[in-house]
């Protein structure tokens, strides 16, 4: 049987204030990734740009019909015929006060193969200091993602999905092969959760987990981690892209090893349902 091998790359790009920089920095990272041998291009939560407004997300935004920076990404797909996960880009929502924190997977047509809305929105008090309160501004989906390719089954989710990991056992249960998890995630948290939470989710699932991450300053405040993550399915790291600014990383992968992984330990199989007993029961006898 024919391994599925695959190519991908993480560009671990900086948060940007604007489309044009965003996207100009996107596109230069990815050509550097296509001539490495990359076939599938990943790019970071908020790679349209972002800025935040105190304790507010403030990325620029655009209807997504007329984004910029979406536009840009699918004609360089098709161009290069390479497949794209644009980790997300803020898209003007269906009312004035609020965006949606939005990613997308193309195809090497350049064509939309599917749109994820980030479930969890990252409200968190970190310190007196360091507050975040994305949904002041930004609309929370309500429905998860899968993306049948030509390769395999993907996974869509963003940042703070992470920490919720009932959201990637059900894409795993239905069939989701490679997890994506592209992601602005603060240095802080990363600094305490972001190597830990990663390989957690590849290893309970038997599933490729691809990360990739922003760095640096956000203006307004804030600071994105880095340590762009590409996880094989036993929670080995194969590729991390640090502290280096403006970079990629890649790693040839092979999809097989979902198969492998998942036999070796079933636990998708083993899953049971069960009551919970607060105690008021024995209170109640």
Known sequence: MKKRILNIACLQTRPR???QSALDEAL???EQAIRAGSE???LPEYCGGLKTEGSSFAPPSAHEDAHPVLKGLRDFASTRKVFIL???IAVDGPSQEKIRNRGFIIDDQGLILSR???IHLFDIKLSEDKIYQESATVHGGNQASICH???GIVGHTICYDLR????YRELAQFGAE???VPAAFTKKTGEAHWHVLNRARAIENGAFVVAPCAIGKVDGGGESYGHSLIINPWGEILADGGKEESCFIHAAIDLDEVQIARSRIPSLMHDQSFNLNTGKEQEAA
Do not use: E, N, R, T
Not at 164 to 167: A, D, R, T, V, Y
């Open 178 to 180: 490679i997890l994506f």
């Open 149 to 151: 390719m030509p390769f």
């Open 116 to 118: 994820y809305d980030k």
């Open 164 to 167: 919720f990991p009932q959201l």
């Open 28 to 30: 230069g990272l990815a």
């Open 17 to 19: 204030p604007d489309f």
């Open 40 to 42: 599938f291009i990943c």
């Open 86 to 88: 644009v980790g997300s």
